[in-house]
């Protein structure tokens, strides 16, 4: 395991833990929806892939977007899980049904290797329906002012500063496709989940984790342009358009906010 790990990447993840403190301290400032819009950004699958770019070849990122377009409808799968579960189960009993559906479903869909348009097919449906069952979670919830504390930075940080190294090691030992699986672990979401019912309650976690449905659309775009311009135009510019489109997505979410209905409900407590 020693030849695998090395300053440099003991360096690279120092550098994602100030990405993710910096982006916490902003996250916590605002209120369920604004919060799932800032937890969609890549935070952990970002700096994932720019690493596993800096130490393989361009086709080896296709490779793992790819393995990622695939795995990626699991994440919103989880979710809508997790949110649907948290308010009547607890937030235990929620993170394991939503991890356990997120691997079973990642592990099939690795083990079958789907192609680019039967991803974006599998795309579609999950979104459709996920979209569909989460309108009743949707909105912001009143009443539900809590403590600031630095518990959240650090859990975030432990989070995904080990998926960022998993990914890295991984790819590594194995390969793209594991690199593209590992990659896709929702480390973020399920650290927000918890720190959210420890400080705010139930319903505002399902409210989050509702919220981060829509945005998780822009992720799919992101992954596909990664694994569409990957080869032809080098890693560094695919990377650089799928940030583009991630944020570009996000922020156009949050500004038709105000004429979408179903994202202005009041949820109180």
């Given at each position: 395991?020693?030849?695998?790990?090395?300053?440099?990447?003991?360096?690279?993840?120092?550098?994602?833990?100030?990405i993710?403190?910096?982006?916490?301290?902003?996250?916590?400032?605002?209120?369920?929806?604004?919060g799932?819009?800032?937890?969609?950004?890549?935070?952990?699958?970002g700096p994932?892939?720019?690493?596993?770019?800096?130490?393989?070849t361009?086709?080896?990122v296709?490779?793992?977007?790819?393995?990622?377009?695939g795995?990626?409808?699991?994440t919103?799968v989880?979710?809508?899980?997790?949110?649907?579960?948290?308010?009547?189960?607890?937030?235990?009993?929620?993170?394991?049904?939503?991890?356990?559906?997120?691997?079973?479903?990642?592990?099939?869909?690795?083990e079958?290797?789907?192609?680019?348009?039967?991803?974006?097919?599998w795309?579609?449906?999950v979104?459709?329906?996920?979209?569909?069952?989460?309108v009743?979670?949707l909105?912001d919830?009143s009443?539900?002012?809590?403590?600031?504390?630095?518990?959240d930075?650090v859990?975030?940080?432990?989070a995904?500063?080990?998926?960022?190294?998993?990914?890295?090691?991984v790819g590594?030992?194995?390969?793209?496709?594991a690199?593209g699986?590992?990659?896709?672990?929702?480390?973020?979401?399920?650290?927000?989940?918890?720190?959210?019912?420890?400080r705010?309650?139930?319903?505002?976690?399902?409210?989050v984790?509702?919220?981060?449905i829509?945005?998780?659309v822009?992720?799919?775009?992101?992954?596909?342009?990664?694994?569409?311009?990957a080869?032809p135009?080098?890693?560094g510019?695919?990377?650089?358009?799928?940030?583009?489109?991630?944020?570009?997505?996000t922020?156009g979410?949050?500004?038709?906010?105000p004429?979408?209905?179903?994202?202005?409900?009041?949820?109180?407590?």
């Amino acid at each position: 395991m020693g030849e695998f790990i090395d300053m440099g990447l003991v360096a690279k993840l120092g550098f994602t833990a100030l990405i993710v403190v910096v982006a916490t301290g902003f996250a916590a400032r605002f209120g369920a929806f604004i919060g799932a819009m800032i937890a969609a950004i890549p935070i952990s699958a970002g700096p994932a892939y720019l690493f596993i770019a800096m130490e393989n070849t361009d086709a080896f990122v296709a490779t793992s977007a790819l393995t990622s377009l695939g795995v990626n409808p699991m994440t919103v799968v989880f979710l809508l899980v997790t949110a649907a579960t948290v308010e009547r189960f607890g937030i235990v009993v929620a993170l394991l049904f939503g991890i356990g559906t997120w691997f079973a479903g990642a592990f099939i869909a690795t083990e079958i290797g789907l192609s680019f348009w039967q991803a974006c097919l599998w795309h579609g449906v999950v979104f459709i329906a996920c979209l569909y069952m989460s309108v009743p979670l949707l909105g912001d919830v009143s009443g539900s002012a809590g403590r600031r504390g630095w518990f959240d930075v650090v859990l975030r940080v432990v989070a995904v500063v080990s998926v960022v190294g998993a990914a890295v090691v991984v790819g590594r030992m194995i390969g793209p496709k594991a690199a593209g699986l590992v990659a896709l672990i929702p480390v973020v979401w399920i650290s927000m989940a918890v720190v959210t019912t420890a400080r705010l309650g139930r319903m505002t976690c399902s409210a989050v984790l509702a919220n981060g449905i829509l945005p998780m659309v822009g992720f799919w775009m992101g992954l596909s342009a990664v694994h569409l311009l990957a080869v032809p135009y080098g890693a560094g510019v695919a990377l650089s358009v799928a940030l583009f489109i991630c944020v570009g997505w996000t922020l156009g979410v949050t500004l038709a906010r105000p004429f979408i209905p179903m994202y202005n409900n009041v949820r109180t407590v």
